[in-house]
């Protein structure tokens, strides 16, 4: 069956000297693998029409019994240059989409977290990156993959939490947040200050990037927030993020 769709590259492998193999991000078919033979070739229609970050129009001939699906045409609808150009924003570009494959079960059609990667994308090639940007990247797709942490009530009671001036447990196994009455020491994690809690709280509900982005936040802060989200992500999404070390490095200088 030949199908057509908007895709966008998450990942590209080499398969041969000539060919490639492309994970791509669809808002109607959800993650799919294609192949795209004889694409290195030097007269190949494909060439220049599909490149890592790009979102295409994609004719497909889909393999209802397994195998690679096998890419006809492409064409480019974005190209965002300007994650070439710009190497924080190429980290974090590459860290969004490699998180998306690792997250994104295949052939699952899930059209918001494709608006959600293709917007984030548009939005890193306009304005660029900080770290809160890629925090808040990871809790909306959190949200859209009906993972989202439970910061404003209890994860195990749903009783309220205190305001800001308190600070609470977080237990990645158990979603989130815990009140004082439901906290098993032995198996909470880090203790979360108020004000770490309001920047994730407020986060987690904005739908742009803008507020996040706009936010001053400390080192500590930023370290405390790096490492609750990290827990979250792996124990929940049951993978070792990749690249999100190097993004975070990056976007914080820590790296020349
Ligand atoms: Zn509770």
Redo the contacts with the bound molecule.
């Keep these: 069956m030949i199908l057509k769709t908007t895709a966008l590259a998450l990942r590209l492998y080499p398969f041969s000297n000539t060919s490639r193999i492309v994970s791509w991000l669809t808002p109607d078919q959800g993650r799919i693998v294609t192949m795209i033979k004889g694409s290195q070739r030097a007269r190949s229609l494909f060439l220049g029409q599909y490149d890592l970050f790009y979102t295409c129009e994609l004719l497909y001939h889909r393999r209802e019994r397994g195998g690679l699906h096998i890419a006809r045409e492409c064409s480019p609808l974005k190209w965002r240059a300007g994650l070439r150009h710009d190497w924080k924003a190429a980290a974090t570009a590459s860290y969004l989409a490699g998180l998306v494959a690792q997250a994104v079960p295949p052939e699952a059609p899930h059209e918001s977290l494709f608006r959600l990667l293709d917007s984030a994308l548009d939005h890193l090639e306009a304005a660029g990156a900080g770290e809160p940007f890629v925090f808040w990247f990871e809790l909306r797709l959190l949200e859209a993959l009906g993972l989202s942490p439970r910061l404003r009530n209890?994860?195990?009671?749903?009783?309220e939490l205190a305001s800001s001036s308190r600070r609470s447990d977080f237990a990645a196994a158990r979603g989130g947040l815990?009140?004082?009455?439901?906290v098993d020491k032995t198996s909470s994690g880090p203790r979360v200050g108020g004000d770490v809690l309001g920047m994730l709280a407020g986060w987690q509900q904005a739908r742009l990037p803008q507020g996040p982005l706009n936010t001053k936040c400390s080192a500590r802060q930023i370290q405390a927030i790096e490492a609750l989200l990290s827990g979250f992500l792996e124990y929940h999404l049951d993978v070792r993020p990749v690249g999100r070390r190097e993004a975070l490095d990056v976007l914080a200088r820590r790296v020349a």
């Excluded at 209890?154 to 009783?159: H, V």
């Excluded at 815990?178 to 439901?182: D, F, K, V």
């Design positions: 209890c994860a195990a009671c749903g009783a815990l009140c004082a009455g439901c």
